[in-house]
């Protein structure tokens, strides 16, 4: 009781404080001012650090801008600047923040939802469906087990939550692989094209579409069954009648019949009890890639990646908390991410065990597969908005998305090297161990000799 009473004191201290100086300060700027001014910070702050400080390798753009929307949040800008913090960060600049990142993130999330390769993953079945099952399923039990270790103790579960969705959710947070950041680091490896980044994304698919399904089991509401049985109902009608459109339209009009379509679904999601990002989701997952070109599609999430997400990020760094103690916030996210790794890694080792894949090669999928940085904020997000999740555990599944994701190229990397210098050094071996052949123009030549050799004098 003592804690709690310190803990308040010093909360309303903090607010008092904040609120006063903000008070205190003249009215000389506008909110569309301050608007602008917070959008210029959220833009400028991780550019300049990812450009000053090269952080390519080790923390690309998109891990800094993930960082920097929690180094903006409450718990770390506000508790030092708390009159700054309250002066641009008010609740009307917050407000329009918060609708931005709606958008952006259904944008995005629907751009993954389109980029699925379900056909691909059929013909390659058992490969994807063994080696899918593992990466996921291993992972969520492990990052389950560590969620029991912690869903007794105060704090830690949300307040609308059943023990067994807590213990689901953060699990299931620990499986997450994000396919479109997934997408970005193998372009930037250069192996998206290649054989081996194919099956990659076929397995990080396959997975993706267990996520959500896991997600909605988690989001059900029987107290609104009705209302989500309706929705998904009227969803596969729509998808239906959606499909055998599309197929008549020019892709010009696709596009605008598609957004359409994704606003239509995460409304639909959201009235249904169930979210608008799982929306999002669905409303991609009925389309093909191919009716919106490959070109097209890559451009479109560069962009949303460029103007929109890092207000989302924003958005989700305005969402943490630090109110159990930043120690016990650091220990669980080390426990979820020792979870997270050794799962993952753990599982695809298993599949390349039982599928003889070549030495090393699991290795090399599983580092790939653990990324999680945004699917898996997202994911939590929505865990945190359903109040399945505390703002602490928030805050732990954020840190953990982050340093899983900051792992993955520089242990990728090395492995890679080591692969394309052993398939060199044996392409040699093959031309060195093979008869030299004669060129045409020899054999040619040869053969002319030979006619005028023989020929009768």
């Given at each position: 009781?003592?804690?709690?009473?310190?803990?308040?004191?010093?909360?309303?201290?903090?607010?008092?404080?904040?609120?006063?100086?903000?008070?205190?300060?003249?009215?000389?700027?506008?909110?569309?001012?301050?608007?602008?001014?917070?959008?210029?910070?959220?833009?400028?702050?991780?550019?300049?650090?990812?450009?000053?400080?090269?952080?390519?390798?080790?923390?690309?753009?998109?891990?800094?801008?993930?960082?920097?929307?929690?180094?903006?949040?409450?718990?770390?800008?506000?508790?030092?600047?708390?009159?700054?913090?309250?002066?641009?960060?008010?609740?009307?600049?917050?407000?329009?923040?918060?609708?931005?990142?709606?958008?952006?993130?259904?944008?995005?999330?629907?751009?993954?939802?389109?980029?699925?390769?379900?056909?691909?993953?059929?013909?390659?079945?058992?490969?994807?469906?063994?080696?899918?099952?593992?990466?996921?399923?291993?992972?969520?039990?492990?990052?389950?087990?560590?969620?029991?270790?912690?869903?007794?103790?105060?704090?830690?579960?949300?307040?609308?939550?059943?023990?067994?969705?807590?213990?689901?959710?953060?699990?299931?947070?620990?499986?997450?692989?994000?396919?479109?950041?997934?997408?970005?680091?193998?372009?930037?490896?250069?192996?998206?094209?290649?054989?081996?980044?194919?099956?990659?994304?076929?397995?990080?698919?396959?997975?993706?579409?267990?996520?959500?399904?896991?997600?909605?089991?988690?989001?059900?509401?029987?107290?609104?069954?009705?209302?989500?049985?309706?929705?998904?109902?009227?969803?596969?009608?729509?998808?239906?009648?959606?499909?055998?459109?599309?197929?008549?339209?020019?892709?010009?009009?696709?596009?605008?019949?598609?957004?359409?379509?994704?606003?239509?679904?995460?409304?639909?999601?959201?009235?249904?009890?169930?979210?608008?990002?799982?929306?999002?989701?669905?409303?991609?997952?009925?389309?093909?890639?191919?009716?919106?070109?490959?070109?097209?599609?890559?451009?479109?999430?560069?962009?949303?990646?460029?103007?929109?997400?890092?207000?989302?990020?924003?958005?989700?760094?305005?969402?943490?908390?630090?109110?159990?103690?930043?120690?016990?916030?650091?220990?669980?996210?080390?426990?979820?991410?020792?979870?997270?790794?050794?799962?993952?890694?753990?599982?695809?080792?298993?599949?390349?065990?039982?599928?003889?894949?070549?030495?090393?090669?699991?290795?090399?999928?599983?580092?790939?597969?653990?990324?999680?940085?945004?699917?898996?904020?997202?994911?939590?997000?929505?865990?945190?908005?359903?109040?399945?999740?505390?703002?602490?555990?928030?805050?732990?599944?954020?840190?953990?998305?982050?340093a899983s994701t900051m792992l993955t190229v520089p242990m990728v990397a090395p492995r890679l090297r080591r692969r394309t210098d052993a398939d060199a050094d044996a392409d040699a071996r093959a031309r060195a161990a093979s008869p030299p052949s004669v060129p045409a123009s020899a054999r040619s030549a040869a053969a002319s000799s030979a006619a005028r050799t023989d020929a009768p004098?």
């Amino acid at each position: 009781m003592g804690r709690f009473l310190r803990q308040r004191r010093v909360r309303v201290d903090y607010d008092a404080r904040a609120a006063t100086t903000a008070d205190a300060m003249p009215p000389t700027i506008s909110t569309t001012e301050l608007f602008l001014l917070a959008m210029t910070i959220i833009f400028a702050a991780p550019y300049l650090v990812w450009r000053l400080a090269r952080t390519e390798y080790w923390a690309p753009l998109v891990v800094v801008q993930i960082i920097a929307g929690i180094v903006l949040g409450p718990g770390l800008l506000g508790r030092a600047f708390p009159a700054f913090y309250a002066r641009v960060f008010d609740p009307v600049v917050v407000q329009a923040l918060n609708g931005i990142a709606a958008w952006a993130v259904m944008l995005f999330v629907w751009i993954a939802g389109i980029e699925l390769d379900l056909k691909a993953a059929w013909r390659e079945r058992r490969d994807v469906a063994t080696t899918a099952a593992l990466a996921l399923g291993t992972p969520l039990a492990f990052g389950c087990a560590a969620a029991l270790l912690i869903v007794g103790r105060p704090g830690w579960a949300g307040p609308a939550a059943a023990p067994w969705q807590f213990v689901l959710g953060v699990g299931m947070s620990c499986a997450v692989t994000a396919l479109p950041i997934l997408i970005l680091f193998m372009e930037k490896l250069e192996i998206l094209r290649q054989p081996i980044g194919q099956r990659i994304l076929r397995y990080a698919s396959l997975d993706d579409v267990a996520i959500w399904g896991v997600l909605a089991l988690i989001l059900l509401d029987w107290e609104r069954v009705g209302r989500q049985a309706t929705f998904l109902l009227a969803f596969a009608l729509a998808a239906w009648a959606l499909r055998r459109l599309m197929r008549r339209l020019p892709e010009r009009d696709r596009w605008f019949v598609g957004v359409i379509w994704l606003a239509l679904c995460g409304f639909g999601a959201d009235w249904s009890g169930l979210h608008f990002m799982v929306g999002a989701f669905l409303a991609g997952a009925v389309l093909d890639a191919e009716w919106f070109g490959q070109e097209a599609m890559d451009r479109l999430r560069q962009h949303v990646l460029l103007v929109l997400m890092p207000v989302f990020f924003l958005s989700t760094g305005l969402k943490t908390a630090w109110t159990l103690g930043g120690t016990s916030v650091l220990l669980v996210a080390a426990l979820l991410l020792g979870a997270s790794v050794a799962g993952k890694l753990a599982g695809v080792g298993i599949a390349g065990r039982l599928l003889g894949w070549r030495a090393g090669e699991s290795l090399l999928v599983g580092w790939l597969l653990q990324t999680k940085a945004l699917i898996m904020i997202v994911f939590s997000n929505i865990l945190l908005d359903k109040r399945i999740i505390s703002a602490g555990s928030f805050t732990a599944l954020l840190l953990m998305a982050v340093a899983s994701t900051m792992l993955t190229v520089p242990m990728v990397a090395p492995r890679l090297r080591r692969r394309t210098d052993a398939d060199a050094d044996a392409d040699a071996r093959a031309r060195a161990a093979s008869p030299p052949s004669v060129p045409a123009s020899a054999r040619s030549a040869a053969a002319s000799s030979a006619a005028r050799t023989d020929a009768p004098r």
